[in-house]
């Protein structure tokens, strides 16, 4: 089966931890998405990565970073410089078949992070 | 100006019932258009994209209006499963997308 999957499904960490959340593709996407879900908000940008090697950040990358060094994977380390990291952490990943347009994007199940 | 604007809602409808959904978007120069699903506790799901000419699955119909810059989402004959936030999507170009933050919809018995 195709899909995105992310683990944990649940995290709990102690304020001060750095705290690294998976993100895996069988999709052959080129493009991966964070975003981070708080209630009663939309979902907001984190980073993003186009292609294998590159990454950019999106509108709230303050205190975190990623990493892609392969196609298939996006983790993405919240540090303790983030001041609000509980959240709802969803990754995603799109087809990215060039010709400057922008794709749907499918989304993982998620990862609660709980910092205390 | 937020760059996707929705109703929060929540619609209540008996089931059946027609519901309609609109969003408006502020960059006209956005070119894909989508609406998402997504369940309580649950990671959005693909719904529908919004075409020019609008486009129809099933009981949905999506309808773009790039003069007002808006779109809308119809649901027919509400079943007790649509019951879930829909969230309106655009592009804002360099293969970012933004998301509205959702219109709740109860359908009940």
Known sequence: ?116 | RKEVEQDPGPFNVPEGATVAFNCTYSNSASQSFFWYRQDCRKEPKLLMSVYSSGNEDGRFTAQLNRASQYISLLIRDSKLSDSATYLCVVDTGFQKLVFGTGTRLLVSP
């Open chain 1, 1 to 116: 089966d195709g899909g995105i999957t992310q683990s944990p499904k649940y995290l709990f960490r102690k304020e001060g931890q750095n705290v690294t959340l998976s993100c895996e593709q069988n999709l052959n996407h080129d493009a991966m998405y964070w975003y981070r879900q708080d209630p009663g908000q939309g979902l907001r940008l984190i980073y993003y990565s186009q292609i294998v090697n590159d990454f950019q950040k999106g509108d709230i990358a303050e205190g975190y970073s990623v990493s892609r060094e392969k196609k298939e994977s996006f983790p993405l380390t919240v540090t303790s410089a983030q001041k609000n990291p509980t959240a709802f952490y969803l990754c995603a990943s799109s087809p990215n078949r060039g010709a400057g347009e922008t794709y749907e994007q499918y989304f993982g199940p998620g990862t609660r992070l709980t910092v205390t």
